[in-house]
């Protein structure tokens, strides 16, 4: 079984669209993450939900908005996609928000802005 | 995160020992010291973890600097299967937050 998984694997999409990832963990965790990894492979955390509620929110455009249905779901929602949002995005979830919880990754959604 | 610095790459030769450094110089008294590993067209995949204490697992040992500005990362036989990128980065109630990475070859 995955632990958490994302989809779609990969998203081709023009400028101007609004687009959705959708990410599932089967762990119980309580916390849940998205990491933007750009071309120079620079991992970076846009955002985290814990219990449904929204504790980090880094400088991320406001274009890009995290929705969690339950514990088990963090979708990222990115309305007017521009260029320089081509990426690989990660999900990831742990069992808590502590330093110490070690977080497990999704596969990764490639998404190509053109 | 750029207070979290690694050599862009490394590389070592098959069954030998690789240590792979990592600075934090600026890290809190309660961020944990994590690293990761990206295999090609991969999510990152947990390795080890720690706070002050040296720690030891089946995939890697860390070794923790006794001021906690640095660690390495140490891999007792490396086999081709452990060429990735290693990340390492600080964990804080904010997460996760990574150094650029280091490029671990390995040579047959």
């Known amino acids: 079984d995955t632990a958490v998984s994302q989809t779609p694997k990969y998203l081709v999409t023009q400028m101007g669209n609004d687009k959705s990832i959708k990410c599932e963990q089967n762990?119980?965790?309580?916390?849940m993450y998205w990491y933007k990894q750009d071309s120079k492979k620079f991992l970076k955390i846009m955002f985290s939900?814990?219990?449904?509620?929204?504790?980090i929110n880094e400088t991320v455009p406001n274009r890009f908005s995290p929705k969690s249905p339950d514990k088990a779901h963090l979708n990222l929602h990115i309305n007017s996609l521009e260029l320089g949002d081509s990426a690989v995005y990660f999900c990831?979830?742990?069992?808590?928000?502590?330093?110490?919880?070690?977080?497990?990754f999704g596969p990764g959604t490639r998404l190509t802005v053109l | 995160d750029a207070k979290t610095t690694q050599p862009n790459s490394m590389e070592s030769n098959e069954e030998e020992p690789v240590h792979l450094p990592c600075n934090h110089s600026?890290?809190?008294?309660?961020?944990?010291i994590h690293w990761y590993r990206q295999l090609p067209s991969q999510g990152p995949e947990y390795v080890i973890h720690?706070?002050?204490s040296n720690v030891n697992n089946r995939m890697a040992s860390l070794a923790i600097a006794e001021d906690r500005k640095s660690s390495t990362l140490i891999l007792h036989r490396a086999t081709l299967r452990d060429a990735a990128v290693y990340y390492c980065?600080?964990?804080?109630?904010?997460?996760?937050?990574f150094g650029k990475g280091t490029h671990l070859i390995i040579q047959p």
């Open positions: 990831a979830s742990s069992q808590e928000t502590s330093g110490r919880s070690m977080k497990f």
């Open positions: 762990l119980g965790h309580d916390t």
């Open positions: 939900y814990n219990n449904k509620e929204l504790i």
């Open positions: 600026t890290i809190s008294g309660t961020d944990y």
């Open positions: 720690g706070l002050t």
């Open positions: 980065g600080r964990g804080g109630a904010d997460g996760l937050t």
